[in-house]
């Protein structure tokens, strides 16, 4: 785009406008649509609904399977142990399964409505962590602003979306 902007714009002011507007530009690299076969889609119990305009956005994404996975944060679960008695952390724990249950079912079905491949599976663990170790096996993520917390005016993003979308090595959709 510079080199046919700036074509008949001598040596010097051609390198000052390519070194000034090199991080607004992208690499022929970056230009180049990377091929998604397999999406993460982190759930949690901050995550409400999943908008529709979402399914249409990933079914353009012909062939690819969906990974859905429900985590329920095994910090809170400690919280919860450590404050109550046995009773009201198992009553606790069936909630958030039941409510994780529930999300998947959902989000399953609309999927396959979209013409996705999908995979599902529930577990307890860390969050942050466990979606970087599957990200691994994955080409994309695709997160909630409000995975694995609320969001608030002053803060738009939960802080593990943010810190997803700061450190993911694959591309990631904020929704």
Do not use: W
Not at 31 to 49: G, N, Q, T
Not at 141 to 163: F, H
């Amino acid at each position: 785009m510079i080199q046919r902007k700036f074509k008949d714009v001598a040596g010097k002011r051609y390198d000052t406008v390519v070194r000034e507007y090199r991080e607004f530009l992208l690499t022929e690299e970056e230009a180049r649509i990377p091929e998604v076969a397999s999406i993460l889609m982190p759930l949690d119990y901050f995550v409400k609904e999943i908008p529709p305009v979402l399914y249409e956005t990933l079914s353009t994404y012909e062939g690819a399977t969906v990974s859905l996975v429900y985590i329920i944060d095994m910090e809170v679960i400690r919280i919860v142990e450590d404050s109550l008695d046995e009773a009201v952390i198992q009553d606790f724990k069936q909630k958030r399964e039941a409510f994780g249950e529930e999300l998947l079912k959902r989000a399953v079905s609309e999927l396959e409505a979209a013409g996705l491949s999908v995979k599902s599976r529930l577990f307890s663990g860390k969050k942050y962590e466990n979606i970087l170790e599957l990200a691994g096996e994955h080409d994309m993520i695709v997160v909630s602003k409000q995975y694995g917390a609320s969001t608030t005016e002053i803060s738009p993003l939960s802080s593990v979306t943010l810190k997803l979308a700061q450190t993911a090595d694959i591309p990631i959709i904020v929704y």
